[in-house]
């Protein structure tokens, strides 16, 4: 279902993507065709949870995003680590992790305040009780949604 990395001596494993996927500020979200044949990507805060293996996001209630995913929740999310133009070498020191998984938009009050907290603890550490009086107040104007993650690719030069 997925295409094998090309170059397989760039494969980056193991304990790094965990820590690329926590760190990395943000990353870019892939979504389908939409109506005018383009392909829409956008870069995006997330919070990643490792124990669900899932990426959270929020956002409006409506846009252009949430109206891709009802067409086709299939998506890919990229963050990119350090990197390292070699100018001499005509080359640059990567890495990146790539994320394939199905997004889902309708979740209950119970994981959009879960998805929320885990992204006030990865923004805003420290600010959470003021955090939990703005979720409340912004409720009902915020959307959430997240990616279940089925495959990972990740590649490096060092």
């Given at each position: ?44 805060s997330?919070?990643?949870?490792e ?6 996001f ?25 990197t ?13 992790v ?44 915020t ?16």
């Open positions: 279902m997925f295409r094998e990395i090309r170059r397989q001596n760039r494969i980056l494993e193991g304990d790094r993507i965990t820590e690329l996927l926590n760190t990395s500020e943000f990353g870019f979200l892939s979504l389908g065709t939409s109506e005018n044949g383009y392909a829409y990507g956008i870069p995006i997330y919070a990643y949870e124990e669900t293996n899932s990426l959270f929020h956002c409006a209630l409506e846009g252009q995003k949430l109206d891709e995913i009802k067409k086709n929740n299939k998506v890919s999310f990229c963050v990119v680590g350090k390292n133009p070699i100018a001499d070498e005509f080359t640059t020191l990567y890495e990146s790539i994320a394939f998984g199905d997004a889902h938009i309708d979740l209950s009050d119970d994981e959009k305040r879960k998805a929320l907290r885990l992204l006030v603890k990865k923004y805003s550490a420290g600010f959470e009780e003021i955090a939990e009086k703005y979720m409340d107040k912004s409720w009902n104007r959307a959430v949604f997240k990616i279940e993650i089925k495959h990972i690719t990740a590649k490096a030069k060092y």
